[in-house]
């Protein structure tokens, strides 16, 4: 175990120092030095992924959550400035009292500066037509955290088909995930949920290919020697007629 952090960390662990050897693949988040360093030794090391700022998405229908729905908004934009919370609600109601709950609990924040900014910058409070619409755009969004903040989340789950982690039910604030409970914390930021997956035991295994031409081989080596020709590539065809 090597305690190291920072952009001089990546560095260390993708050339190697004295002290650390160089691996193979970095894994983790960071700050934005972090990512930058990860994406420069790209390709020297694998990586699991360049993440950015975090974000959470919400959707959610009753008024009586507005509270839950501010606080979750607002741990989330707590991280950084950069950060983003978004609520997708086909309840105006509900947009509104949320509106008005994140003015009041942003005044007793102590990281309210941080969290003001990116609420300002990055929040958005969008009304949908339909809880299956809101699904709908957040699939356009991608975002890293969802939570299906309704009484029953299952049918809405089915229709998820980009997200980092999803949060199911009324009592599932995407905190709890961040310290405790079961998805994984190193997740895809920006829309890139719509093609990558959070960090699991999948990023540590290799697929690898076999060939064991167990039989014979004769028409496929005649087929290989003739797409060869085609190209050009006359050693290619050769190897293949050598079988023959």
């Keep these: 175990v090597f305690k190291c952090g920072g952009a001089q960390a ?11 050897p160089k691996v193979d693949k970095i894994v983790g988040p960071g700050n934005a030095y972090v990512a930058a360093a990860k994406r420069r030794v790209y390709g020297l090391v694998d990586i699991d992924m360049i993440a950015g700022p975090s974000e959470v998405l919400v959707i959610a229908d009753d008024p009586k959550d507005a509270r839950d729905i501010a606080c979750d908004m607002l741990a989330q934009a707590e991280h950084d400035a950069l950060a ?6 086909p309840c105006e109601q509900l947009a509104f009292l949320v509106r008005d709950m994140l003015e009041q609990e942003l005044a007793k924040m102590p990281r309210a500066e941080i969290a003001r900014k990116s609420i300002d910058d990055n929040g958005r409070i969008v009304l949908a037509g339909s809880l299956e619409e809101a699904v709908a755009l957040s699939n356009v969004i991608a975002p890293e955290h969802l939570e299906l903040c309704v009484d029953d989340p299952f049918p809405l789950l089915g229709a998820v088909q980009n997200a980092g982690s999803v949060f199911l039910g009324r009592h599932a ?17 920006a829309t890139t949920a719509r093609f990558s997956e959070g960090l ?28 060869a020709a085609m190209e050009g590539l006359s050693f290619h065809a050769m190897a293949a007629k050598a079988r023959l």
Excluded: K
Excluded at 84 to 89: N, P, S, V
Excluded at 175 to 188: R, S, V
Excluded at 201 to 225: E, H, K, M, V, Y
């Design 84 to 89: 983003a919370a978004i609520l997708i609600t």
């Design 200 to 227: 699991n035991p999948r990023t540590f295994l290799r697929a690898q290919s076999w060939f064991w031409p167990n039989g014979d081989i004769r028409a496929l080596a005649a087929d290989t020697a003739s797409f």
């Design 10 to 20: 990546v560095a260390a662990l993708a050339y190697g120092t004295e002290s650390i």
């Design 173 to 189: 604030p995407e905190a709890l995930g961040d310290y405790w409970a079961g998805p994984n914390h190193t997740l895809p930021t």
